[in-house]
């Protein structure tokens, strides 16, 4: 597992200073929907159901110095980039900025690496995206418990089978039911 700073403009990556002007940093975080499909209803019904892994993406500028051209550090880059763990697997970095701490991202996988130039410079823009890394133990631990339908809640009643605590959560989520519109109102 590699480590990834960066503090002050001076990004680190597995141990290797990025000789580049840090530009930005840039976090985003969405909210997951599960979507489902209304019967008689136009569009889908989405349901937030938790939250994509967070995207980091760092802008920066390479220039050309007494000490290296831009392309020389573009490529030193594109080989931590291409870095593999001991199994294959690009690697995971942990993190140690307080601004990604902040957010609760603790390790990141470097997702994408992008270059471009212009003709009237001697410099290199790149773009370093990042992927926050959840295993699946702790996705799995943080997995919503499944709610009951409503026909298997009926069933648990009938069989009385379930603890009053599951009864208790569900309670809260099952939706109310609709008034009663066959009841007739007199006139006075």
Known sequence: M???TFEDGIVTLDGTELKGILQRLNVKTAVRFDEAKVDGASGKKKTPAGFED???SISMILLT???SDCY????????IFKGIDKNTNPKIFTVTNRHLLAR???EVVFANLDSSENSSTDEIFISLQFV????PVIKME???????????LAEMAKNETS???????VFDEVPQSKPDTDVDIEDD
């Open 104 to 106: 609760g991202i603790r």
């Open 54 to 56: 967070s995207e980091v």
């Open 132 to 135: 926050e890394h959840n295993p």
């Open 2 to 4: 590699g480590l990834l």
């Open 163 to 169: 603890e009053p605590e599951e009864i208790l959560m």
């Open 72 to 79: 020389e550090k573009l490529e030193e880059i594109n080989h």
């Open 142 to 152: 943080q997995a919503k418990a499944k709610q009951p339908t409503a026909k298997e």
């Open 65 to 67: 110095d007494e000490d």
